[in-house]
């Protein structure tokens, strides 16, 4: 399995973008597809993530109401599309692939190469 994220760039707070994650190879229903994201000096953490199958969406509260995670299985693709913007949003952000957890990036099993997303001021 491999992963592609893309749509990174540079934004000015309270902008728009929009991420997208393309997946190669051989994916179930039963997979949960996330984005994480790191920021400088910080640990990588959970923004959003969704199961393959029913579609259920899950965010992290410093997100919530401003991203929205969405797929289209027929292309294997991913998107998160990322609203009111704000400056500690920026960050390097990974798409993933996983079979179990939600929150916790050890248990992705599969991971794309990054995107930078800056936000600024």
């Known amino acids: 399995v491999q992963l592609q994220a893309s749509g990174g760039g540079v934004v000015q707070a309270g902008g728009s973008l929009s991420l997208s994650c393309a997946v190669s190879g051989r994916i179930f229903s039963s997979h949960i597809m996330g984005w994480f994201r790191q920021a400088p000096g910080k640990e990588r953490e959970f923004a959003a993530a969704l199961r393959r199958g029913s579609g259920n969406t899950y965010y992290a509260d410093s997100v919530k109401g401003r991203f929205t995670i969405s797929r289209d299985n027929a292309k294997n693709t991913v998107y998160l599309q990322m609203n009111s913007l704000k400056p500690e949003d920026t960050a390097i952000y990974y798409c993933?692939?996983?079979?179990?957890?939600?929150?916790?990036?050890?248990?992705?099993?599969?991971w794309g190469q990054g995107t930078l997303v800056t936000v600024s001021s």
């Open positions: 993933a692939v996983g079979s179990s957890g939600i929150w916790n990036p050890r248990t992705y099993n599969y």
